[in-house]
Protein backbone atom coordinates (compact mmCIF):
# COMPACT_ATOMS: atom_id res chain seq x y z
CA UNK A 1 0.00 0.00 0.00
CA UNK A 2 1.51 3.94 -0.75
CA UNK A 3 0.14 6.91 1.36
CA UNK A 4 0.50 10.12 -0.99
CA UNK A 5 1.90 12.53 1.66
CA UNK A 6 1.23 15.79 0.19
CA UNK A 7 -1.96 16.11 -2.38
CA UNK A 8 -4.13 19.63 -2.93
CA UNK A 9 -6.83 17.29 -3.16
CA UNK A 10 -9.02 20.65 -2.93
CA UNK A 11 -7.91 22.07 -6.13
CA UNK A 12 -9.03 19.14 -8.50
CA UNK A 13 -12.13 19.93 -10.28
CA UNK A 14 -15.04 17.88 -8.48
CA UNK A 15 -15.17 15.20 -11.44
CA UNK A 16 -11.36 14.44 -11.19
CA UNK A 17 -11.93 14.40 -7.14
CA UNK A 18 -14.24 12.08 -7.32
CA UNK A 19 -12.66 9.65 -10.11
CA UNK A 20 -9.27 9.56 -8.20
CA UNK A 21 -10.75 8.83 -4.88
CA UNK A 22 -13.16 6.19 -6.46
CA UNK A 23 -9.87 4.65 -7.95
CA UNK A 24 -7.80 4.71 -4.66
CA UNK A 25 -7.92 1.17 -3.80
CA UNK A 26 -8.06 -0.40 -7.17
CA UNK A 27 -4.32 1.92 -7.17
CA UNK A 28 -3.22 0.10 -3.80
CA UNK A 29 -3.25 3.99 -2.04
CA UNK A 30 -4.82 3.74 1.26
CA UNK A 31 -4.39 7.20 2.58
CA UNK A 32 -3.97 10.84 1.64
CA UNK A 33 -2.45 14.08 3.78
CA UNK A 34 -4.38 16.81 2.52
CA UNK A 35 -2.87 20.14 3.02
CA UNK A 36 -4.45 23.35 2.46
CA UNK A 37 -4.05 26.53 0.65
CA UNK A 38 -5.89 29.08 3.15
CA UNK A 39 -9.13 29.19 4.68
CA UNK A 40 -11.35 28.28 2.34
CA UNK A 41 -8.87 25.26 1.49
CA UNK A 42 -8.92 24.44 5.04
CA UNK A 43 -12.70 23.94 5.38
CA UNK A 44 -13.12 22.17 2.02
CA UNK A 45 -10.40 19.78 2.99
CA UNK A 46 -11.75 19.40 6.64
CA UNK A 47 -15.41 18.42 4.79
CA UNK A 48 -13.53 15.86 2.74
CA UNK A 49 -12.03 14.09 5.96
CA UNK A 50 -15.22 13.97 7.49
CA UNK A 51 -16.68 12.49 4.58
CA UNK A 52 -13.81 9.53 3.90
CA UNK A 53 -11.43 7.96 6.54
CA UNK A 54 -8.90 7.87 3.87
CA UNK A 55 -8.24 11.55 3.91
CA UNK A 56 -6.15 13.25 6.55
CA UNK A 57 -6.12 17.25 6.49
CA UNK A 58 -3.40 19.38 7.55
CA UNK A 59 -4.64 23.24 7.96
CA UNK A 60 -2.23 26.21 6.74
CA UNK A 61 -1.56 28.82 4.76
CA UNK A 62 0.74 28.71 1.32
CA UNK A 63 3.59 30.72 1.47
CA UNK A 64 3.96 31.28 -2.68
CA UNK A 65 0.55 33.74 -2.39
CA UNK A 66 0.23 37.72 -1.26
CA UNK A 67 1.31 38.13 2.48
CA UNK A 68 -2.57 37.99 4.49
CA UNK A 69 -4.06 40.77 6.63
CA UNK A 70 -3.68 40.07 10.57
CA UNK A 71 -7.32 39.86 11.00
CA UNK A 72 -7.23 37.22 8.35
CA UNK A 73 -4.16 35.27 9.79
CA UNK A 74 -5.90 35.63 12.76
CA UNK A 75 -9.29 34.28 11.55
CA UNK A 76 -7.38 30.95 10.03
CA UNK A 77 -5.38 30.65 13.34
CA UNK A 78 -8.53 30.49 15.95
CA UNK A 79 -10.29 28.34 12.85
CA UNK A 80 -7.67 26.09 13.30
CA UNK A 81 -7.31 25.85 17.42
CA UNK A 82 -11.17 25.32 17.15
CA UNK A 83 -10.51 22.12 14.80
CA UNK A 84 -7.31 21.11 16.23
CA UNK A 85 -8.24 17.57 16.97
CA UNK A 86 -9.58 17.02 13.02
CA UNK A 87 -6.22 17.92 12.26
CA UNK A 88 -3.20 15.95 11.21
CA UNK A 89 -0.47 18.61 10.64
CA UNK A 90 0.01 22.18 10.31
CA UNK A 91 0.49 22.92 6.41
CA UNK A 92 1.37 23.82 4.05
CA UNK A 93 3.19 26.31 5.14
CA UNK A 94 6.96 27.78 4.01
CA UNK A 95 8.28 30.79 2.48
CA UNK A 96 8.19 31.98 -1.22
CA UNK A 97 11.33 30.65 -2.89
CA UNK A 98 9.36 30.74 -6.46
CA UNK A 99 7.42 33.91 -5.98
CA UNK A 100 10.76 35.92 -4.80
CA UNK A 101 12.28 34.57 -7.79
CA UNK A 102 9.49 36.19 -10.42
CA UNK A 103 9.15 39.32 -8.41
CA UNK A 104 10.05 42.42 -10.38
CA UNK A 105 10.53 44.51 -6.96
CA UNK A 106 12.40 42.69 -4.17
CA UNK A 107 10.10 40.76 -2.14
CA UNK A 108 10.24 41.71 1.87
CA UNK A 109 10.62 38.44 3.43
CA UNK A 110 10.08 39.52 6.98
CA UNK A 111 6.29 39.30 6.77
CA UNK A 112 6.36 35.58 5.42
CA UNK A 113 8.94 34.87 7.98
CA UNK A 114 6.96 36.29 10.62
CA UNK A 115 4.07 34.32 9.50
CA UNK A 116 5.99 31.00 9.32
CA UNK A 117 7.72 31.63 12.97
CA UNK A 118 3.58 31.65 13.92
CA UNK A 119 2.61 28.53 12.47
CA UNK A 120 5.51 26.88 14.06
CA UNK A 121 4.90 28.23 17.38
CA UNK A 122 1.41 26.78 16.82
CA UNK A 123 2.65 23.27 15.93
CA UNK A 124 4.99 23.38 18.77
CA UNK A 125 2.13 24.36 21.41
CA UNK A 126 -0.02 21.73 19.50
CA UNK A 127 2.26 19.60 19.53
CA UNK A 128 1.30 18.63 15.73
CA UNK A 129 3.45 17.79 13.04
CA UNK A 130 4.26 20.82 10.37
CA UNK A 131 4.41 20.32 6.08
CA UNK A 132 6.72 22.89 4.86
CA UNK A 133 7.47 24.67 1.53
CA UNK A 134 11.13 25.55 2.17
CA UNK A 135 13.31 24.66 -0.80
CA UNK A 136 17.36 25.93 -1.02
CA UNK A 137 18.19 29.05 1.13
CA UNK A 138 14.71 28.93 2.41
CA UNK A 139 15.32 25.48 4.12
CA UNK A 140 17.44 27.04 6.47
CA UNK A 141 15.35 29.96 7.54
CA UNK A 142 12.86 26.80 8.42
CA UNK A 143 15.79 25.22 10.23
CA UNK A 144 16.33 28.10 12.05
CA UNK A 145 12.68 28.46 13.37
CA UNK A 146 11.95 24.79 14.09
CA UNK A 147 15.42 24.54 16.61
CA UNK A 148 13.80 27.76 18.04
CA UNK A 149 10.84 26.29 19.18
CA UNK A 150 12.02 22.91 19.53
CA UNK A 151 9.57 21.45 16.43
CA UNK A 152 11.32 17.88 15.78
CA UNK A 153 8.33 16.71 13.70
CA UNK A 154 9.02 18.58 10.36
CA UNK A 155 8.07 17.47 6.85
CA UNK A 156 9.93 19.24 4.05
CA UNK A 157 7.59 18.10 1.10
CA UNK A 158 9.62 18.75 -2.59
CA UNK A 159 12.71 19.55 -0.90
CA UNK A 160 15.61 20.69 -3.08
CA UNK A 161 18.90 22.28 -1.32
CA UNK A 162 22.47 22.28 -0.63
CA UNK A 163 24.63 19.22 1.13
CA UNK A 164 24.97 21.92 4.05
CA UNK A 165 21.20 22.16 4.73
CA UNK A 166 20.38 18.31 4.00
CA UNK A 167 23.29 17.78 7.39
CA UNK A 168 20.92 19.58 9.12
CA UNK A 169 17.64 18.13 8.66
CA UNK A 170 19.12 14.59 8.56
CA UNK A 171 20.89 15.50 11.77
CA UNK A 172 17.12 17.27 13.27
CA UNK A 173 15.35 14.39 11.81
CA UNK A 174 13.39 16.03 9.52
CA UNK A 175 11.62 14.14 6.64
CA UNK A 176 11.64 14.78 3.23
CA UNK A 177 9.33 13.54 0.39
CA UNK A 178 9.84 12.89 -3.02
CA UNK A 179 7.33 13.80 -6.18
CA UNK A 180 6.55 11.77 -9.69
CA UNK A 181 9.89 14.00 -10.95
CA UNK A 182 12.30 11.49 -9.38
CA UNK A 183 11.59 9.82 -12.59
CA UNK A 184 13.75 12.42 -14.12
CA UNK A 185 15.21 15.36 -12.29
CA UNK A 186 19.03 14.97 -11.49
CA UNK A 187 18.91 16.88 -8.51
CA UNK A 188 15.97 14.93 -7.07
CA UNK A 189 18.16 11.71 -7.98
CA UNK A 190 21.24 12.50 -5.77
CA UNK A 191 19.08 13.92 -3.37
CA UNK A 192 17.70 10.29 -2.99
CA UNK A 193 20.72 8.69 -3.01
CA UNK A 194 21.96 10.87 -0.08
CA UNK A 195 19.15 11.01 1.97
CA UNK A 196 18.12 7.87 4.53
CA UNK A 197 15.26 6.80 3.59
CA UNK A 198 14.15 6.13 6.98
CA UNK A 199 13.20 9.98 6.68
CA UNK A 200 11.67 9.86 3.51
CA UNK A 201 8.16 9.64 2.61
CA UNK A 202 6.52 9.99 -1.26
CA UNK A 203 3.91 12.56 -2.69
CA UNK A 204 2.16 13.91 -5.83
CA UNK A 205 1.63 17.71 -4.64
CA UNK A 206 -1.27 16.75 -6.96
CA UNK A 207 -2.69 18.38 -9.18
CA UNK A 208 0.45 20.11 -9.72
CA UNK A 209 1.56 18.94 -13.64
CA UNK A 210 4.78 16.96 -14.19
CA UNK A 211 7.04 16.37 -17.37
CA UNK A 212 9.17 13.71 -18.45
CA UNK A 213 6.67 10.48 -19.22
CA UNK A 214 3.89 11.95 -17.21
CA UNK A 215 4.00 15.28 -19.68
CA UNK A 216 -0.06 15.98 -20.17
CA UNK A 217 -1.28 13.35 -17.63
CA UNK A 218 -3.25 14.33 -14.58
CA UNK A 219 -1.16 13.94 -11.87
CA UNK A 220 -2.63 11.62 -9.31
CA UNK A 221 -1.51 9.06 -6.12
CA UNK A 222 -0.94 6.20 -8.43
CA UNK A 223 2.20 7.69 -9.82
CA UNK A 224 3.85 7.08 -6.83
CA UNK A 225 4.21 3.49 -8.46
CA UNK A 226 7.25 4.87 -10.62
CA UNK A 227 8.43 6.97 -7.84
CA UNK A 228 8.86 4.06 -5.40
CA UNK A 229 10.85 1.72 -8.26
CA UNK A 230 13.21 5.00 -8.68
CA UNK A 231 13.68 5.26 -5.27
CA UNK A 232 14.53 1.45 -5.08
CA UNK A 233 16.96 1.92 -7.59
CA UNK A 234 18.83 4.81 -6.27
CA UNK A 235 18.74 3.49 -2.87
CA UNK A 236 19.98 -0.17 -3.93
CA UNK A 237 16.72 -1.85 -2.32
CA UNK A 238 14.08 -3.93 -3.22
CA UNK A 239 10.79 -2.53 -4.51
CA UNK A 240 9.20 -4.64 -1.67
CA UNK A 241 11.69 -2.90 0.83
CA UNK A 242 11.13 0.39 -0.31
CA UNK A 243 7.86 0.48 -0.25
CA UNK A 244 6.95 -0.87 3.14
CA UNK A 245 9.79 1.86 4.42
CA UNK A 246 8.13 4.80 2.64
CA UNK A 247 5.11 3.45 3.93
CA UNK A 248 5.45 2.93 7.32
CA UNK A 249 7.40 6.71 7.63
CA UNK A 250 4.53 7.81 6.69
CA UNK A 251 1.83 6.12 8.64
CA UNK A 252 4.04 6.71 11.66
CA UNK A 253 4.65 10.92 11.04
CA UNK A 254 1.04 11.31 10.74
CA UNK A 255 0.10 9.20 13.40
CA UNK A 256 -2.85 7.50 10.87
ZN1 LIG B 1 1.91 21.67 -1.99
Known sequence: MMIDAHIHLDHYDEDDRKEILAKLAEHGVEALVAVSFDLPSCIKNRSSSLEDNRIHAAYGFHPEQDIPSIEEMDQLFSWMKEHIDEMVAVGEVGL???????????????????LLDRFVA?????????????VYDDAQIACELLEKHGVTKAHFHWFKGDDIVVKRMVKNGYFISITPDCLYEDEIQQLIRKYPIEQMMIETDGPWP????????????????????KIAELQARTIEETAKILYENTKKFYGI
Open 96 to 114: PYYKKLESLVPLDYEPYIQ
Open 122 to 134: FAASSQKPIVLHA
Open 210 to 229: FEGPYTNQRTEPKMMVQSIE
